[in-house]
T-cell receptor, first 109, second 115 residues
Framework: GQQVMQIPQYQHVQEGEDFTTYCNSSTTLSNIQWYKQRPGGHPVFLIQLVKSGEVKKQKRLTFQFGEAKKNSSLHITATQTTDVGTYFCAGVGTYKYIFGTGTRLKVLA | KAGVTQTPRYLIKTRGQQVTLSCSPISGHRSVSWYQQTPGQGLQFLFEYFSETQRNKGNFPGRFSGRQFSNSRSEMNVSTLELGDSALYLC??????????????FGSGTRLTVV
């Protein structure tokens, strides 16, 4: 069945450093979504990418959708302690979204 | 507007019992999905309901069931609880598109502990 993998599984960075998480699907995706889950919280929708090669920015966050629509990335510039949490990508399957394994980000002040 | 409301927030049950969890979606959202979240398995899809019909089901045993009411509120039921059912159960509502949705809004979840 369809699988969505994310790397790395964990990432510790010093505050101010950049961070990138990668999402890879075994099948072509019609769209991809990104979510952030703070410790003890629930996933919160960040963004959706639909077009091949699409790039979207939200302040310090940059999201990319691969040309083949099988991979995506989230890049955070100059991390802050508020960026702590687990970042999930989710790719659509038949009427359901398959969530990636998540990347847990720790930011050291 | 009100978010997705899940009740109860916490639940402790004994192995073999059954449990019913409730979810009230955002007003106007007709799609409700349920996910199980555990540290080892991440977010696993349980099922999705749209206009009272189950559109898709994940790879969970028949002990897991759900339903949706005409007002879009949804319930999920787990019978004959096992220790491995201990998890955070998340409900998410969304407005659907032809190829998916506009993004899930998740509830705060129900933390189920089976002892």
């Amino acid at each position: 069945g369809q699988q969505v993998m994310q790397i790395p599984q964990y990432q510790h960075v010093q505050e101010g450093e950049d961070f990138t998480t990668y999402c890879n699907s075994s099948t072509t995706l019609s769209n991809i979504q990104w979510y952030k889950q703070r410790p003890g919280g629930h996933p919160v929708f960040l963004i959706q990418l639909v077009k091949s090669g699409e790039v979207k920015k939200q302040k310090r966050l940059t999201f990319q959708f691969g040309e083949a629509k099988k991979n995506s990335s989230l890049h955070i510039t100059a991390t802050q302690t508020t960026d702590v949490g687990t970042y999930f990508c989710a790719g659509v399957g038949t009427y359901k979204y398959i969530f990636g394994t998540g990347t847990r980000l720790k930011v050291l002040a | 507007k009100a978010g997705v409301t899940q009740t109860p927030r916490y639940l402790i049950k004994t192995r073999g019992q059954q449990v019913t969890l409730s979810c009230s979606p955002i007003s106007g959202h007709r799609s409700v999905s349920w996910y199980q979240q555990t540290p080892g398995q991440g977010l696993q899809f349980l099922f999705e309901y749209f206009s009272e019909t189950q559109r898709n089901k994940g790879n969970f045993p028949g002990r897991f069931s759900g339903r949706q009411f005409s007002n879009s509120r949804s319930e999920m039921n787990v019978s004959t609880l096992e220790l491995g059912d201990s998890a955070l159960y998340l409900c998410a509502s969304s407005r659907t598109t032809r190829d998916g949705n506009y993004g899930y809004t998740f509830g705060s979840g129900t933390r189920l502990t089976v002892v």
